[in-house]
């Protein structure tokens, strides 16, 4: 029995870890993304930015 225990403990931590670092990834893909949508709107975006913002607001 008390495996039993041991390893649903494991398999919830190891699932909430999954799901973050999922979150994570997903977070950073759609940073990227918008990154390069806004390079390819102006040709000077990295020159001119010296700051990064997020919009929250969609």
């Given at each position: 029995m008390n495996i039993n225990v041991n390893m649903k403990k494991i398999v919830k931590e190891g699932l909430w870890i999954f799901l973050l670092y999922t979150f994570i990834t997903?977070?950073?893909?759609?940073?990227?993304?918008r990154i390069e949508r806004l390079d390819q709107?102006?040709?000077n975006f990295r020159n001119t930015n010296s700051s990064v913002s997020i919009n929250l607001g969609k």
């Open positions: 997903l977070c950073l893909l759609l940073a990227t993304d709107l102006e040709s």
